[in-house]
């Protein structure tokens, strides 16, 4: 079966450590997009990439970095400069063409300490 | 800007019960608008959409009608089950230079919880 996969499910950092999330989709979308979840916000987009080696900065991305050397792959670097960084993080990809619906992963709950 | 506007919750109510989430969007375009559920622990997915007005989404005995002139996309459904118990996000996209990158703007979601 197709799908996205987000690893880990959970995750525990110190503060002060850099920590990269994991996601991985085997669906053949072009489009691969980063979002973070708090209690009462809904989603804020962090990152999103249309192509390999190519991305864009979302509504906040500051404190955070990605790549996107391959299509499948589009891992997230939460970097010490982020200074909230206790969310649940979303992994999304689509076919990046019009009104084309978002498939998203089960998600990584990072929570620094 | 653009933003989605969502019906605070949480919403709780009886199984067979009807149900409305309301949403209302402002958008500075024609926006395709969506519904997507979140179960416990669980990444999001489409519940329905609709790419333009007057057009009807619906799944899962879920129905969303896009009214451009009050632009709303309310969420409703006749008879709820507990397994319908889930975090609800609206959300709208809009296309960009003629293209669509899938950028979605997401409502602050509404919890709603059936019981039995």
């Known amino acids: 079966d197709g799908g996205i996969t987000q690893s880990p499910k959970y995750l525990f950092r110190k503060e002060g450590q850099n920590v990269t999330l994991s996601c991985e989709q085997n669906?053949?979308?072009?489009?691969m997009y980063w979002y973070r979840q708090d209690p009462g916000q809904g989603l804020r987009l962090i990152y999103y990439s249309q192509i390999v080696n190519d991305f864009q900065k979302g509504d906040i991305a500051e404190g955070y970095s990605v790549s996107r050397e391959k299509k499948e792959s589009f891992p997230l670097t939460v970097t010490s400069a982020q200074k909230n960084p206790t969310a649940f993080y979303l992994c999304?990809?689509?076919?990046?063409?019009?009104?084309?619906?978002?498939?998203f992963g089960n998600g990584t709950r990072l929570t620094v300490t | 800007g653009n933003s989605v506007t969502q019906m605070e919750g949480p919403v709780t109510l009886s199984e067979e019960a009807f149900l409305t989430i309301n949403c209302t969007y402002t958008?500075?375009?024609?926006?395709?608008l969506f519904w997507y559920v979140q179960y416990p622990g669980e990444g999001l997915q489409l519940l329905l959409k609709a790419t333009k007005a007057d057009d009807k989404g619906s799944n899962k005995g879920f129905e969303a009608t896009y009214r451009k002139e009050t632009t709303s996309f309310h969420l409703e459904k006749g008879s709820v089950q507990v397994s319908d118990s889930a975090v609800y996000f609206c959300?709208?996209?809009?296309?960009?230079?003629?293209?669509?990158?899938?950028?979605?703007?997401f409502g602050q979601g509404t919890i709603l919880t059936v019981h039995p």
């Open positions: 669906l053949n979308h072009d489009a």
């Open positions: 999304a990809s689509s076919m990046g063409r019009d009104n084309s619906p978002l498939h």
């Open positions: 959300a709208l996209q809009l296309l960009a230079g003629g293209t669509s990158y899938g950028k979605l703007t």
């Open positions: 958008a500075t375009g024609y926006p395709s």
